[in-house]
Each structure stands twice: as structure tokens, then as C-alpha cells.
């Protein structure tokens, strides 16, 4: 499990509450809250935020929590709707056709939406969604529509290709200021925002035991423990192992005991030159 998707998720949501036209009907993933916020009124608008596609491509020996090689796409879904409730109990979502006025309120969320995540500098929630997304690569927005019918609707969905920081490996106890730890401060003292329990969740699945340095390097390295001992990772144990722990890889040096019982059997080396007429002799000569 990924701990970013669903912490990114809720910064967004977070972010965005107040912020835009949409108001307070900012929604994570689900769209029944949506159906159950706009039910019997006018046409209002809404953005749903969902993470879509998370791609890694592992660099070197197979980095798998490394946030280089990511590209998580954090999507917003913007448009204006009502629901009604039809006989058999059921939510429905109607979408009115699109005029003038829902295009520039759709226009305009998108706007101010990309000012609350990004550009906003004294929004809590933007400051700490900027600390766990690092870049924004790609952008891509398209409006929404009914091919079939040729109907078209006021709603937009625009994504945001984001590089995040690094996951978190097993055997890591997160620092104090770590972002991780700042969402589930900010998330307890934030109960209208509903995620009260989704911090205690993170905060349960997160580590309480630090593993040893070159541990936590053979899990970001994505590499099984021999191979962590063959290149000899910073910590690790020596290559030769430990006896009837690790397989070893070399035979350990002998240690002064054991060269005690092998005394050297040269004591004295002399050099001498078998041919004393080479002494005598130029090394370069033209005769």
C-alpha cells in the first residue's frame, strides 16, 4: 500500500474546501456525498478529487519507493449538478446542458482550484500537499461531454502528474517534522474535514522500531540480504557472515590467534646478481 495516495488525496480536499466556488462540496473519491449534498436543489457546483494512475519505473538496482521514478496523477473532476431521487429509493445525478454561465463557473473553479493546491501561499493544506508533491510535470484538462447524444455538460477533468517524495520502507521511524507526521497533526485538528480516523490509520501502519541503517538501504534498493552483504551496503555486516546466520560469501581473514600457529618460514631474503659482467656493462651500446 502506498501511504501518498490516500494522504495526497486528502490534502487536496483539504485545500479546497472554501477555496472556490465549489464551496465546501469537495469530495474524495466517492460521488455519494456528492449526490446526497446536491439532492433536491438547483444546479451546483462540485469537484470530486481521486488519484488515477501511479506509475514507478525502478532506476538502478530496482528502487521500488524511490519518489524520482514515480508519476502519481492526482485528478479533479469539476462540473455543476443535481440530483433527484427516483421511486426505487435511488440517487440519480442530472447534469443540465451547458450554457455560457456553467462554462465560465467550470473555467473559473479550474482556476481558483490550481491556485488552492499550488499557488496559494497561506493555505495549510497547499503548503503541506507542496512538501509531499515536488514537481508537477504534465497538466493535462479535458471537458466534459455525451458522445452518443452529441450532448455536452459544464464539467472538466484536469490532472496533475505529480513526483512526490520518496514512500516509506519498512524498518523507517519518520522524523518528527516528516510530512507524513504533519498530515496526521493537521488531520486530527481539522475534524470537519472528516479524516480524523484516516490519521489513525496512517499512524498505526506506520513504523515504531528503526531497522538498522543498512537494512532500511536493501529495502530501498529493492535487494535481497546476500546481495546486501556481497556489496557490502554501509553497516552491513562483514561478507564473510556471521556463523550459522549468513551464508558466507568469503573465507574470513585469519585472525592472530591463528597466525600464531603458522609461524612465516622465510625470516631473511637476500637479492644478488647471478652475472657481475652485467654490472659492468653499458645498457645501450652502438657496437
Request: charge should be negative; proline fraction near 8%.
Amino acid at each position: 500500500m502506498s501511504l501518498l495516495r490516500p494522504i495526497i488525496r486528502t490534502c487536496a480536499v483539504g485545500a479546497l474546501r472554501d477555496r472556490t466556488w465549489a464551496e465546501e462540496r469537495v469530495y474524495d473519491s466517492d460521488q455519494t456525498p456528492l449526490a446526497e449534498a446536491v439532492l433536491g436543489e438547483a444546479a451546483k457546483p462540485y469537484i470530486v478529487v481521486y488519484t488515477d494512475t501511479d506509475d514507478h519505473k525502478p532506476a538502478g538496482m530496482g528502487e521500488m519507493y524511490s519518489g524520482l521514478s514515480r508519476t502519481l496523477s492526482l485528478c479533479l473532476e469539476i462540473g455543476v449538478a443535481s440530483a433527484i431521487r427516483k421511486a426505487n429509493g435511488n440517487i440519480v445525478l442530472q447534469f443540465a446542458a451547458t450554457d455560457e454561465g456553467m462554462e465560465w463557473a467550470v473555467d473559473i473553479i479550474e482556476s481558483q482550484a490550481i491556485a488552492a493546491l499550488f499557488g496559494d501561499p497561506m493555505s495549510p493544506w497547499g503548503d503541506l500537499m507542496k512538501q509531499l508533491v515536488t514537481n508537477v510535470v504534465n497538466m493535462p484538462s479535458r471537458r466534459g461531454g455525451q458522445s452518443q447524444t452529441g450532448v455536452r455538460y459544464a464539467a472538466r477533468r484536469t490532472v496533475f502528474a505529480c513526483k512526490t517524495i520518496s514512500d516509506i520502507p519498512p524498518g523507517v521511524v519518520l522524523a518528527p517534522a516528516h510530512p507524513v507526521r504533519t498530515f496526521i497533526k493537521m488531520a486530527r485538528a481539522t475534524p470537519s474535514l472528516g479524516v480524523v480516523d484516516v490519521a489513525t490509520i496512517i499512524e498505526n501502519l506506520l513504523q515504531t522500531t528503526e531497522a538498522p541503517a543498512w537494512r532500511v538501504a536493501q529495502a530501498y534498493l529493492n535487494i535481497g540480504t546476500q546481495p546486501a552483504l556481497n556489496i557490502n551496503v554501509d553497516g552491513a555486516p562483514l561478507p564473510w557472515g556471521k556463523d550459522k546466520v549468513e551464508v558466507p560469501v568469503e573465507t574470513p581473514p585469519l585472525d592472530e590467534a591463528t597466525l600464531a600457529d603458522y609461524p612465516p618460514l622465510m625470516t631473511d631474503i637476500k637479492v644478488t646478481n647471478d652475472d657481475p659482467v652485467d654490472m659492468d656493462r653499458p645498457p645501450f651500446s652502438n657496437q
